[in-house]
């Protein structure tokens, strides 16, 4: 079965960046639309970013245009999210996500098949 795996989150201090990995495994990649999701504590899992299948189209939450990118590297079968000029606010486990509809722009979590455990993104003030 797909399995994601993320990394790359950590503490880092208002206006800092971080840059997020989701490891894809057991299908490749490129067989699906990937997306970023994040959730506060006691909080419903809310979109963050989205890309298809070839990396030609992306979609943000609107708070993060502008400051975050998502990417991916069909060859490493990894995923990416680059997070810049971070903000208290963003602090929340980041989820990475796999749609089989991969040639879709998807922002609703039903749309996702398969999650990865998160990973712990904590801005100071």
């Known amino acids: 079965q797909v399995q994601l795996v993320e990394s790359g989150g950590g503490l880092v201090q208002a206006g800092g960046s971080l840059r997020l990995s989701c490891a894809v495994s057991?299908?490749?990649?490129?067989?699906?639309?990937m997306g970023w999701f994040r959730q506060f504590p006691g909080e419903e899992r809310e979109f963050v970013a989205t890309?298809?299948?070839?990396?030609?189209?992306?979609h943000y939450l609107d708070s993060v245009k502008g400051r975050f990118t998502i990417s991916r590297d069909n060859a490493k079968n990894t995923v990416y999210l680059q997070m810049n000029s971070l903000k208290p606010e963003d602090t929340a486990i980041y989820y990475c996500?796999?749609?089989?509809?991969?040639?879709?722009?998807?922002?609703?979590?039903?749309?996702?098949?398969?999650w990865g455990q998160g990973t712990q993104v904590t801005v100071s003030s």
């Open positions: 890309i298809n299948w070839s990396g030609y189209r992306t």
């Open positions: 057991g299908r490749t990649v490129s067989s699906y639309a």
């Open positions: 996500a796999a749609s089989p509809f991969r040639d879709t722009i998807l922002v609703r979590t039903t749309e996702y098949d398969y």
